[in-house]
């Protein structure tokens, strides 16, 4: 997966600069004659050399239903989709990215059997953004701000989801932050935080700004009472001030060091172009669930109802079949029904990492459940805004999450596989912590 996120042929820098990890998507990631790519290869066998291994003991078996249930969902649209009329093509691209999610979640699941695992991928998580934090400094101060692309210089430097990266990378940087001894530990992992923040801003993705803002507050509810909350919370107490200033002075105004302000202002009382273009997409999406019935919808491979041309996107051949809204897409696609087998892991997830964070017996398997709830949560507001199932940095982080539900709970104590048991189950961790707290 980390060669996944930093393979960049098809970044923005990679397309019209340099792409140095370009190399990795004709070894890795090409298509076979039998259309499954090599990554989903990989994934198949990181769960058959895992098998059965930590046993039924150190599994969440609700998770895994969970995940079934997503997929067979999938499976079943795309399925009505075609044989009602869709582009057997085009539903294929709608619903692969989010199969491969499905598979990765199950892989993560097995492989991930320790709260050292978990760190592991967060640790590789960390260098995927560093690497693509780079790219993006390098491009825009070597390539874009030297005038190189003027008079039409790139609206974003990278890719649309390299923020989600960034801003779990900045949660992940934080959690350590409030838990790490000695400033000097303190002090990269900020000087880190900061220069993804950098990123973050020459990226040039106002949903960015709100992922983070909507992390945060979850990071902080999600943070069990003790010393890392109580240095959260004298932290928000010196910054609200500074805070209060900066909203006051930047509130309307046009300077690159207000932009974070501006895309709240454009989201919550301000309508731009692309706010406009959104909105006339959404209510054709409302039309199509209207049109094909809210239950199913029109099935996968259908183009959505166009109530405007005017925001056509010409260069994208799967506009009309792949919205920005993907909570409304996965309502006019599946309908209701649909919608409700997608949606079910990640509730049954969002439970159990959030007990995990609470009530995990180990630190780093507090800290696991704190990420990977606090994730979720950024994963879905880039689906609301930006084509969150067809990203996937997106469906991968959180496809981890349910991986990290379906079995770190038990490994770390806060999940019996029995009900009848009132020990936890605890087999397989290495960590060696007394027993959970009730």
Not at 52 to 74: I, N
Not at 237 to 252: H, T
Not at 388 to 405: D, H, P, R, V
Request: aromatic share 14%.
């Amino acid at each position: 997966m980390l060669l996944y996120f930093v393979e960049d042929s098809g970044s923005v820098y990679g397309t019209k600069w340099v792409a140095p990890m370009g190399w990795l998507h004709d070894i890795f990631f090409f298509d076979p004659p039998w259309k499954i790519r090599v990554l989903d290869h990989l994934m198949i066998l990181s769960i058959v050399l895992a098998g059965g291994r930590g046993g039924a003991a150190t599994r969440v078996a609700p998770m895994r239903t969970a995940v079934f249930v997503e997929g067979a969902a999938v499976a079943f649209f795309f399925v009505w989709g075609v044989a009602t009329g869709g582009d057997p093509r085009a539903a294929s691209w709608q619903t692969y990215l989010v199969m491969s999610g499905v598979l990765f979640a199950f892989a993560m699941g097995a492989v991930c059997q320790t709260t050292e695992d978990a760190e592991e991928f967060g640790k590789a998580l960390l260098v995927a953004g560093a690497y693509r934090g780079i790219m993006c400094w390098l491009f825009y101060f070597l390539y874009v701000r030297s005038g190189a692309l003027d008079p039409n210089p790139p609206a974003y430097m990278t890719e649309h989801d390299d923020t989600v990266l960034w801003v779990v990378c900045i949660i992940l940087l934080l959690v350590y932050i409030v838990e790490a001894r000695g400033i000097g530990k303190r002090l990269k992992a900020g000087i880190f935080a900061l220069f993804l923040l950098g990123a973050v801003q020459f990226n040039g993705r106002r949903l960015a700004w709100v992922s983070l803002a909507m992390g945060l507050a979850v990071f902080f509810f999600l943070l069990p009472p003790g010393k890392a909350k109580r240095t959260v919370v004298r932290a928000i107490f010196v910054a609200v001030p500074a805070f209060a200033l900066y909203v006051a002075v930047g509130w309307g105004r046009t300077e690159p060091m207000f932009k974070p302000l501006q895309s709240f202002q454009t989201v919550a009382t301000q309508e731009d172009a692309s706010t406009k273009a959104r909105n006339v997409e959404n209510l054709g999406l409302i039309a199509t669930a209207n049109a094909y019935g809210s239950l199913t919808g029109s099935g996968w491979g259908h183009r959505y109802v166009e109530l405007s041309d005017k925001y056509q996107i010409h260069e994208f051949e799967l506009w009309p079949f792949i919205p920005h809204n993907s909570i409304l897409g996965l309502l006019a696609y599946s309908g209701i029904l649909g919608a409700m087998g997608f949606w079910f892991p990640f509730s049954t997830a969002m439970y159990l990492n959030a007990r995990l964070a609470y009530q995990g017996r180990t630190p780093m398997g507090r800290r696991a459940g704190v990420i990977a709830a606090t994730q979720m949560v950024v994963c879905a507001n880039q689906m609301y805004g930006d084509m969150g199932i067809f990203s996937s940095k997106t469906i991968y982080i959180l496809a981890a999450s349910y991986g990290i539900a379906m079995r770190l709970p038990a490994v770390d104590g806060v999940w019996s596989s029995s009900a009848r048991s009132a020990r936890p189950a605890a087999s397989g961790n290495r960590e060696g912590a007394p027993a959970a707290r009730s």
